[in-house]
């Protein structure tokens, strides 16, 4: 298989996954402003999804730039990390549905924390079919970014039980560190050989 087909696959499963984001949201009865006021943690649900997924899409994508052979181990890694992603939804909704009370928020940790991993092996696993010399183990070095991503959601996940507003926060703070695109990647394909 050629890494465009699996990239077009991939695509195909992220705008699915935003739109039925979007979907979960229902309009209010009413046509006044204040009938918007309840629907308001479900909107901040939403828009902090969908950044999630727009990065997870946009590292996706430079990511597959790297990738010369699609093996079934790729494959296969591609797929978990599209099946963490599709739980995106579901708890993104649960979540704003009740005004991210305690447990919701803490599954949607787990679940961002599932998606971080699921990337993370993703990505070990096109190292390892590639070479420790490809543009993409060059690329991503020692992982910092993504390591201390995985840090918070750990630390996220106890946290939402203390209070869920701190867990949010730390989503949010994480979201702000990979919401400047990572050019990492870019760097590595456009430099001179």
């Not at 992603?85 to 928020?105: C, D, H, K, R, Y």
């Not at 020692?142 to 039980?161: E, H, M, N, Q, T």
Request: charged share 10%; net charge positive.
């Amino acid at each position: 298989m050629k890494p465009e087909r699996m990239a077009a696959f991939s695509d195909g499963v992220l705008a699915i996954i935003i739109t039925i984001m979007v979907l979960e949201m229902k309009a209010p009865h009413k046509a006044d402003l204040a009938a918007l006021i309840p629907l308001l943690p479900v909107f901040f649900s939403y828009v902090l999804s969908f950044i999630y997924v727009a990065i997870y899409w946009n590292n996706h994508h430079h990511l597959l730039h790297t990738l010369k052979h699609v093996t079934g181990g790729v494959l296969w890694a591609n797929v978990h990390l599209l099946f963490w992603l599709s739980l995106v939804p579901f708890t993104s909704a649960w979540m704003g549905e009740n005004q991210f009370a305690t447990l919701p928020t803490a599954l949607y940790g787990v679940v961002l924390f599932a998606c971080a991993i699921a990337y993370s092996i993703l990505q070990s696993t096109i190292i390892r079919t590639e070479g420790q010399n490809s543009h993409l183990a060059r690329a991503v070095g020692k992982d910092r970014k993504g390591k201390l991503s995985i840090v918070c959601y750990l630390a996220a996940i106890p946290l939402a039980f203390v209070s869920p507003w701190i867990a949010s926060g730390i989503y949010v703070i994480v979201a702000l560190i990979w919401l400047i695109p990572d050019q990492r990647i870019e760097k590595v394909l456009h430099a001179p050989e």
